[in-house]
């Protein structure tokens, strides 16, 4: 159960990095890539 826990919070960290990752681009007005 520890496993699929530690496996589900880093999906959900990856989720949210991609999704935050997009917003502060706009705000900024800059591009990373």
């Known amino acids: 159960?520890?496993?699929l826990?530690?496996?589900y919070l880093t999906l959900?960290?990856?989720c949210m990095?991609?999704?935050k990752i997009p917003?502060?681009?706009p705000?900024?007005?800059k591009t990373p890539e």
């Open 1 to 3: 159960r520890q496993i």
């Open 5 to 7: 826990i530690a496996n």
């Open 12 to 14: 959900f960290q990856i």
């Open 17 to 19: 990095n991609h999704f």
């Open 23 to 25: 917003i502060p681009i």
């Open 27 to 29: 705000a900024v007005g």
